[in-house]
């Protein structure tokens, strides 16, 4: 495997006390939980009209999937220029019903069995996410922090329909399946009563989590934004809600890097969390002024996110999933280049001497922390992942011709 650029790379880092082989067993260990919903601009298989309630995609960049064949098939492309056995995120809304309407309330593992058959066939494993968006049953921005009953009720029995598939797909698998709650409940305009919609959440999550899953199989999350589109004012599942409840219920919070105010960053978040929780769970995306789900590229954050898993030997405890839906560019293209970046940032914190750094900030020798973090912005980083590529059988840097030939052989001949 090794070439003569990543042996000399090796050397160089082993000066430092950076094992490079150890670094590329250990990320060939890391599963990246990457989202269905990029390639079809998250309007799953209902027809109901493209997304909406709190969520949006702009773009509209030729050949986007519009079957689960075209979906599979577009996935299947993306991974094979990804390094490594990751896994597939899917929405509710990705029920393959054979024609047949079925309601989101009445969801069963047999809508989701040609999504197991397709992670089986390829080494996968599933997470998933009950779907509280795009929906007339969302009314007036709400759902399970509504007033009416039969619009509470109604999402609760969907959210318990949608653990019960979670529970199947780990069972099926043989690994956990993550289950993700997000609502876009919240107010346009200053609420006159935040309390009430807050006890109503609460209420309506006691109720779910009060259906019992098998949790070797079940790994039950909640996800809290700051605001949402048309909820600018007030929002019901904060992270304060979500990380007392999560804290008090033994459940997890979802950390997604696009849901916090401008001037906050997850990175330093997971710390903290990793203090009281034994597991924490992330959505990488890239907000641009807001939550505007970006494609993720390798920025100074996307690094100190992966500093933090890494140096606190937290990779079996930091649930890494990607969330951006970029209808701007080519989709399959998008995956690659959010994925393969999260890798990258994964094995650039990899292979910092982070044991001699920890000591340094123990030593109060600042100065030497600071040339030590800027010297390894020019270390020959670059090689050490071109022979990650190599050892998993997949395009180092000249990845994109294939995409480029994917376009025209399969993406333009889609209306």
Known sequence: MPNQRYEEAKKAYAKIGVDTDAALEKLANVKISIHCWQGDDVNGFEDFGGASDGIATTGNYPGKARTPEELMADIDKALSLIPGKNKINLHAIYAITNGEKVDRSELKPEHFAKWVEFAKERGLGLDFNP?????????????????????????IKHCKACRTIAEYFGKELGQPCLCNIWIPDGMKDIPGDRLGPRMRLKESLDEIFSQKVDERYVIDTIESKVFAIGVESYTVGSSEFYMNYAAKNNKLCLLDTGHYHPTEVVSDKISSMLVFADKVALHVSRPVRWDSDHVVILDD???????????????????????????????????????????????????????????????????????????????????????????????????????????????????
Not at 329 to 358: C, D, E, F, S
Not at 379 to 399: I, L, N, R, T
């Open 131 to 155: 779907t509280l968006f795009s929906s007339p049953m969302v009314k007036n921005g709400l759902t399970l922090s509504s007033p009416d009953p039969v619009v509470r009720n109604y999402w």
């Open 301 to 415: 954050e996307l690094k100190e996110i992966a500093k933090e898993i890494v140096r606190n030997d937290a990779l079996d405890r930091v649930l890494i999933a990607l969330d951006f839906f970029d209808a701007s560019i080519n989709r399959v293209a998008a995956w690659v280049i959010g994925t393969r970046n999260m890798q990258k940032a994964l094995l650039y914190a990899m292979l910092m001497p982070n044991k001699a750094m920890k000591e340094m900030q123990d030593n109060a020798d600042f100065t030497q922390l600071l040339v030590m973090n800027e010297e390894m912005k020019t270390f020959p980083f670059g090689d050490v992942w071109d022979a990650y590529c190599e050892k998993s059988g997949v395009p180092q840097g000249d990845w994109f011709q294939s995409i480029k030939q994917y376009e025209t052989d399969v993406l333009s001949k889609r209306n």
